[in-house]
T-cell receptor
C-alpha cells in the first residue's frame, strides 16, 4: 500500500469556483503534513502546512483528520494562477524524509 | 529565504556514461539531504537520504551501486547516476532541511535525458 494516496484528477474548474482535494495516508504515526504546489517542470514549493486544528491562509484552507487518516485542501475563489499540481506530503514519525502523493492536477478555466 | 541549488539543471548524455548531480544548500547547513526522482505525470519518489559524513540510506528498490550518493560537507550532496540508461531519464530533485526553521527546501531539479 502506498504511503500517500491522492486523486490525480484532473480537476478543471471555472474561475471563482471552490475546489477541494483529499489525500489519505497509511501510517497512523505520521507526524507532519503539508500541501505543496508544483508547476510544470518545476520543483515543488510549500503551499501550507496542515495542523491538527485546521488552518487557513487566505483562500486556502487545510484540514487534518487523524482518525480517518486524511488531509484536505480547499481553494476558494479559484484564480487562473492557481492552475498547478497540488501534492499532499506526509512525514513519518522519524527522520525528515517526505512521502508524496501522486499530485492532483488543477486547471482553472477563464 | 533559504535556497537550495542544483547543478546542472539539464543534462543529456549517452547510454553507459555516468552523470553527477550536485545539490547545495546556499545559506544554511544541512546534515541531511534527500534525493527524489519524478517520472512524467507521476509523483516524486524518495530515492535516498543523504547523511553528512556517513553512508546514505536508500529506499527499497533503489540500487545503491547505481545511484552513488556522497555528502562530504554540510552544504553539498552529490548524486551520481552510474552507467546511465534510457530508463534512468527522469527529473531528479534534492531537498535539504534547515533545522533552525524546521523547513525543508527543494532544489530546482535536474532533468536527465539518456539517449
Amino acid at each position: 500500500r502506498k504511503e500517500v494516496e491522492q486523486d490525480p484528477g484532473p480537476f478543471n474548474v471555472p474561475e471563482g469556483a471552490t475546489v477541494a482535494f483529499n489525500c489519505t495516508y497509511s501510517n497512523s504515526a505520521s507526524q507532519s503534513f503539508f500541501w505543496y504546489r508544483q508547476d510544470c517542470r518545476k520543483e515543488p514549493k510549500l503551499l501550507m502546512s496542515v495542523y491538527s486544528s485546521g488552518n487557513e491562509d487566505g483562500r486556502f484552507t487545510a484540514q487534518l483528520n487523524r482518525a480517518s487518516q486524511y488531509i484536505s485542501l480547499l481553494i476558494r475563489d479559484s484564480k487562473l494562477s492557481d492552475s498547478a499540481t497540488y501534492l499532499c506530503v506526509v512525514t513519518p514519525n522519524t527522520g525528515n524524509q517526505f512521502y508524496f502523493g501522486t499530485g492532483t492536477s488543477l486547471t482553472v478555466i477563464p | 529565504g533559504a535556497v537550495v541549488s542544483q547543478h546542472p539543471s539539464r543534462v543529456i548524455c549517452k547510454s553507459g556514461t555516468s552523470v553527477k548531480i550536485e545539490c547545495r544548500s546556499l545559506d544554511f547547513q544541512a546534515t541531511t539531504m534527500f534525493w527524489y526522482r519524478q517520472f512524467p505525470k507521476q509523483s516524486l519518489m524518495l530515492m535516498a537520504t543523504s547523511n553528512e559524513g556517513s553512508k546514505a540510506t536508500y529506499e527499497q528498490g533503489v540500487e545503491k551501486d547505481k545511484f552513488l550518493i556522497n555528502h562530504a560537507s554540510l552544504t553539498l550532496s552529490t548524486l551520481t547516476v552510474t552507467s546511465a540508461h534510457p530508463e534512468d531519464s527522469s527529473f531528479y530533485i534534492c531537498s535539504a532541511t534547515d533545522y533552525t526553521t524546521d523547513t525543508q527546501y527543494f532544489g530546482p531539479g535536474t532533468r536527465l535525458t539518456v539517449l
